[in-house]
């Protein structure tokens, strides 16, 4: 069954610094995986989609990693800022077409 | 393009009463999922659907729940006799009809039950 682990589950980080996140998931036969953003009593909100056979994206202050065969993605955030304060959510899509979530990591940029 | 369309927002339901959740899909998405989220937990996969198909029903609770999704109108995840426990935000999600396995998901923002 594939599990999905997020480290650390917490961190907090001064404006402007560059952060990474990181998601790991237990079996490796995925066919995207998704970062997302959940603000608190909110809804989620899709930052970056990789697909298996891509190794990263690009959006903005965002790039997303993913090495397949070793069951890990990063997310760096560039240049942190007090509106990037958030969970963040990585997914990854099995073959029975579900997303596995971890339980994410609960960013603080302090102003 | 409105996005994934969830109703109500919040609901506040009686122990041993019914909760009946409402999800429209983007439109061009025939592909809706459910979720729930405990609170300090992670999201859970509950049921996906398609047009009048159960696809997956394997992270439904085997009794009290149920979900479905007609050819015409919204996805529905019904909660019969609601206890305390299925207090969470309940999260639908969405994804195109066409373009199979590696279609990007798009979130709702959820509908928060709370049973007293």
């Known amino acids: 069954k594939q599990e999905v682990t997020q480290i650390p589950a917490a961190l907090s980080v001064p404006e402007g610094e560059n952060l990474v996140l990181n998601c790991s998931f237990t079996?490796?036969?995925?066919?995207?995986l998704q970062w997302f953003r959940q603000d608190p009593g909110k809804g989620l909100t899709s930052l970056l989609l990789?697909?298996?056979?891509?190794r990263e994206q690009t959006s903005g202050r965002l790039n997303a990693s993913l090495d397949k065969s070793s069951g890990r993605s990063t997310l760096y955030i560039a240049a942190s800022q007090p509106g990037d304060s958030a969970t963040y959510l990585c997914a990854v899509k099995t073959g029975a077409n579900n997303l596995f979530f971890g339980t994410g990591t609960r960013l603080t940029v302090i102003p | 393009n409105a996005g994934v369309m969830q109703n109500p927002r919040h609901l506040v339901r009686r122990r041993g009463q019914e909760a009946r959740l409402r999800c429209s899909p983007m439109k061009g998405h025939s592909h809706v999922y459910w979720y729930r989220q405990l609170p300090e937990e992670g999201l859970k996969f509950m049921v996906y659907?398609?047009?009048?198909?159960?696809?997956?029903e394997s992270g439904m609770p085997k009794e009290r729940f149920s979900a479905e999704f007609p050819k015409e109108g919204p996805s529905i995840l019904r909660i019969q006799q609601v206890v305390r426990g299925d207090s969470a935000a309940y999260f639908c999600a969405s994804s195109p009809t066409i373009g199979g396995m590696n279609t990007e998901a798009f979130f709702g923002q959820g509908t928060r039950l709370t049973v007293v």
């Open positions: 659907l398609q047009k009048e198909n159960i696809i997956d």
């Open positions: 079996d490796s036969a995925i066919y995207n």
């Open positions: 990789i697909q298996s056979s891509q």
